[in-house]
């Protein structure tokens, strides 16, 4: 006789086939697949978009910067080269106020010691033979012995070209200019100003920058110095400077003169300028 399994054996015989072999699980006891829903997937491309724009603008921010301190820039610039041309100017402005002094100046002085000339022309016009020539004669070399001190007496052009006249007479000096001031040289404006290792020297108005040790020659130029509306002195010349130092507040310069005709020596003591002194070397 067989004998059957009883109920209990049976439940736990089912129990390990089903543990054994385990069946799909239902739909609903599914977990969700991983992704990225629609609204995420917008919300996604609204923020690229946005950076995107967001970089479009710093850049474009960026670009007006820039543009902005160019514009800055060229204001600043322009600023500047205002003020100095206002300074220049100014300089300039005054450099001519005093020029035209000293042309005023220069003519009521000339004009004074012409009267005299001829006041004592007149007086010595009785006399016969070459007396009355020899006391004028007396008289004007006097009047350029005082002119040795007294420039303004000199009158000329020194901003002629050249007239090409071969510079066949050399003169070598050592000159010492007072620093930052401006003289004359009878006709000739000249000024030097020092600064560090370098000065800055102006021969009829033409600038240059000179280091220490360094020379530098100016083109040749035509002057024609006169004295009472006659001529003393007319020439080609060139000047070729090099700068020595500053020797308490003056300038030093070694100077090569050439010209085209000799310079007589009491021209030379008649046209240095108060305050300067030239060695002949």
């Given at each position: 006789?067989v004998?059957?399994?009883?109920?209990?054996?049976?439940?736990?015989?089912?129990?390990k086939?089903?543990?054994?072999?385990?069946?799909?699980?239902?739909?609903?006891?599914?977990?969700?697949?991983?992704?990225?829903s629609?609204?995420?997937?917008e919300?996604?491309r609204?923020?690229?978009?946005?950076?995107?724009?967001?970089?479009?603008?710093?850049?474009?921010n960026?670009?007006?910067a820039r543009?902005?301190?160019k514009i800055?820039?060229?204001k600043?610039?322009?600023k500047?080269?205002?003020?100095?041309e206002?300074?220049?100017?100014?300089?300039?402005?005054?450099?001519a106020?005093?020029?035209?002094?000293?042309r005023?100046e220069d003519?009521?002085n000339?004009?004074?010691?012409?009267k005299?000339?001829?006041?004592?022309?007149?007086?010595e016009?009785?006399?016969?033979?070459h007396?009355g020539?020899?006391?004028?004669?007396i008289?004007i070399?006097?009047?350029l012995?005082?002119a040795?001190g007294?420039?303004?007496l000199i009158?000329?052009?020194?901003?002629?070209?050249?007239?090409?006249?071969?510079?066949?007479?050399?003169?070598?000096?050592?000159?010492?200019?007072?620093?930052?001031q401006?003289?004359?040289?009878?006709?000739?404006?000249?000024?030097?100003i020092s600064?560090g290792?370098?000065?800055?020297?102006?021969?009829?108005?033409?600038?240059?920058?000179?280091?220490l040790?360094?020379s530098?020659?100016?083109?040749?130029k035509?002057v024609?110095?006169?004295?009472?509306?006659?001529?003393i002195?007319?020439?080609?010349?060139e000047v070729?400077a090099?700068?020595?130092?500053v020797?308490?507040?003056?300038?030093?310069?070694?100077?090569?003169l050439?010209t085209?005709?000799?310079?007589?020596g009491w021209?030379?003591?008649?046209?240095?300028?108060?305050g300067v002194d030239i060695?002949?070397?």
């Amino acid at each position: 006789m067989v004998k059957l399994p009883d109920k209990k054996s049976l439940e736990g015989f089912t129990k390990k086939v089903g543990e054994a072999v385990k069946l799909p699980d239902k739909p609903e006891d599914k977990e969700p697949k991983p992704g990225l829903s629609q609204a995420d997937e917008e919300k996604i491309r609204k923020d690229e978009r946005e950076r995107i724009e967001r970089e479009k603008r710093e850049k474009e921010n960026a670009e007006k910067a820039r543009e902005y301190e160019k514009i800055e820039a060229e204001k600043q610039a322009e600023k500047e080269r205002l003020a100095e041309e206002a300074r220049k100017k100014k300089e300039k402005d005054e450099w001519a106020r005093e020029e035209e002094r000293k042309r005023l100046e220069d003519e009521r002085n000339r004009a004074q010691i012409e009267k005299e000339v001829r006041a004592q022309q007149k007086a010595e016009a009785p006399k016969k033979g070459h007396g009355g020539k020899i006391a004028l004669g007396i008289i004007i070399i006097l009047i350029l012995i005082a002119a040795g001190g007294y420039v303004s007496l000199i009158t000329g052009n020194s901003v002629l070209d050249a007239y090409g006249y071969p510079l066949s007479y050399t003169g070598t000096y050592d000159v010492l200019i007072p620093d930052s001031q401006k003289i004359d040289f009878g006709p000739i404006p000249v000024q030097a100003i020092s600064s560090g290792n370098a000065v800055t020297l102006s021969i009829n108005n033409d600038r240059r920058t000179i280091s220490l040790g360094e020379s530098t020659t100016f083109p040749a130029k035509h002057v024609i110095i006169t004295m009472f509306g006659m001529p003393i002195y007319n020439a080609d010349y060139e000047v070729t400077a090099t700068y020595i130092g500053v020797v308490t507040n003056r300038d030093d310069f070694k100077v090569v003169l050439k010209t085209s005709q000799s310079i007589p020596g009491w021209l030379i003591t008649v046209m240095k300028p108060s305050g300067v002194d030239i060695i002949t070397t």
